[in-house]
């Protein structure tokens, strides 16, 4: 369900809605947007707990949000479990994954899940997936209205362009990242399906029919160069030949020959531009030119305040759109928070100085993709610090990072109190 529907905040307020998602970052960004809207929400990290707290006594649930994949008890095995009891079988269920195999999906129906988000999940998604959880007419009233609308009008459709081998790729861990690169290829004409690390794109590529690939060089349990091995080993053994374009936050001499050497086709910089994304994609992908958006800007004109973060910046990189922008800071504070706060100081205190590195890395390359700059050049340092085993020198950028946390939660307040 991607078409955005009308409902009355009155209807939203209250509700009691259940969030299960091992992620502590989405579990946050999942509570911060409902919350927004006055609901009562409770978040878990685990099927035990969400079926413990759903079969104590006196206790009511207006829609349940499950994440798909999780350790111990995956989404569908909790869906499961709650129909199977009387007590919790009517309880509306959104499922939310980051890789959206047809399989997943039919199972999914199946239970009676009643929509399927694809993650990352943007705020007007949730709140309409909820809406429509609760009241059925406005799920019907949205189906009509996307009957109606002309081919143009929407943001093109995942399903339609894999059967017509139209659809991208995106292989990226990073939330805030995965966020930028999707809005820029909607804008360009594009749809995409993004997963999360090189196993999940070996899945998507099993299942479906991908025109390109977009291929971030650094993620967990499967990076990037070893993926497009694996790709290009059954190539060799199928025929066929996808483009494979590698995405990397290191400017570093030898980089594109590393990528190139792995099997990949092209390259390109963190941060991404939708001028980047057009002129890989023309090359790869030669098709009509498709229309952009009047915003689309650089980072001319932009002078340098020595602040951490600039919201001009971030506009000259994103657009002017205020509800995009305000998603995007939503994403990144919480990430940010997590990491500053909490991760980058517990890997410090316990001397893991290469999780600390990868973590500084992590973050250096969602703010570059937003426009933090600053947050970015100092990320660098703790990198460099981190491989170093700088203990002082650590700290104190990590005391500026601190502070370059609340530069950003500033200019959010800054954003809404100009948007209201």
């Not at 299942?207 to 290009?232: H, S």
């Not at 000259?316 to 919480?334: A, H, K, S, Y």
Request: charged share 30%; net charge negative; hydrophobic share 40%.
């Amino acid at each position: 369900m991607e078409q955005d529907i009308s409902v009355d905040d009155e209807k939203l307020r209250g509700l009691k809605v259940l969030v299960v998602d091992d992620d502590e970052v989405a579990r946050e960004i999942f509570s911060h947007y409902l919350r927004a809207r006055q609901m009562d929400v409770v978040a878990l990290e685990c099927g035990a707990e969400a079926l413990e707290y759903v079969q104590a006594p006196d206790t009511h649930v207006d829609v349940a949000i499950i994440d798909r994949r999780m350790p111990h008890m995956d989404g569908l095995e909790l869906v499961r479990k709650l129909k199977a009891s009387p007590e919790t079988a009517k309880i509306p269920v959104v499922l939310c994954t980051a890789f959206d195999a047809p399989k997943a999906r039919s199972e999914a129906a199946e239970l009676g899940v009643i929509d399927v988000l694809h993650k990352p999940v943007c705020m007007s998604h949730l709140l309409d997936a909820v809406a429509c959880a609760m009241y059925p007419e406005l799920r019907h009233e949205t189906m009509r209205k996307e009957d109606d609308v002309s081919e143009d009008a929407v943001r093109p459709d995942v399903l339609e362009a894999m059967k017509q081998g139209a659809l991208l790729l995106l292989v990226e861990d990073n939330a805030v990242n995965q966020h930028v690169a999707q809005m820029h290829l909607h804008k360009l004409g594009y749809a995409v399906h993004v997963v999360a690390n090189g196993q999940e794109a070996l899945q998507a590529l099993e299942f479906g029919k991908y025109a390109l690939v977009f291929m971030d060089c650094q993620m967990p349990i499967m990076d990037g160069f070893e993926a497009t091995r694996q790709i290009r080993r059954l190539e060799r053994e199928r025929g066929g030949h996808i483009p494979i374009i590698a995405m990397t936050a290191n400017a570093m001499k030898g980089d594109r020959e590393r990528c190139m050497r792995a099997g990949m086709d092209d390259y390109l910089s963190k941060p991404i531009s939708r001028d980047d994304l057009r002129r890989i994609l023309d090359k790869w992908l030669p098709r009509e030119a498709s229309e952009a958006s009047a915003n689309e800007g650089g980072d001319a004109g932009v002078k340098d305040t020595g602040s951490m973060f600039q919201l001009d910046r971030m506009r000259g990189l994103l657009g002017d759109d205020p509800d995009v922008l305000l998603e995007l800071l939503d994403i990144f504070c919480v990430s940010m928070r997590s990491l500053v706060a909490e991760r980058m100081p517990q890997a410090l205190d316990g001397g893991a100085f290469e999780e600390l590195r990868e973590l500084a890395h992590e973050l250096k390359g969602a703010a570059s993709s937003i426009g933090g700059t600053g947050i970015a050049a100092v990320c660098a340092e703790v990198e460099t610090q981190a491989a170093q085993g700088d203990v002082e020198g650590l700290r104190a950028n990590l005391e500026r990072l601190r502070t370059a946390l609340q530069e950003v939660e500033q200019t959010r307040k800054t954003l809404i109190e100009e948007a209201s």
